[in-house]
């Protein structure tokens, strides 16, 4: 791959980041009050939560190949 495919994979890579990185901040969260009552509680329901890890997982994929281009 010469440096100017590196390049556009890498836009196209930090496109998908962004657009995931949107989906993450889209999921509903627990209101605050539910939050607060339990120590142990989390922000996400454990659906949400599930969502919100999966992307999460893409967001990793994605930093390790941007990390092989360069």
């Known amino acids: 791959m010469n440096q100017e495919q590196k390049g556009e994979r890498y836009d196209w890579l930090l496109s998908q980041y962004r657009q995931i990185e949107n989906q ?33 997982q893409q967001l990793l994929r994605i930093d390790a190949e941007v990390k092989t281009l360069f």
């Open 24 to 56: 993450i901040n889209m999921v509903p969260k627990l209101p605050l009050e539910e939050t607060f009552q339990d120590v142990n509680s989390k922000e996400y329901t454990i659906e949400n939560l599930n969502k919100v890890n999966h992307l999460k």
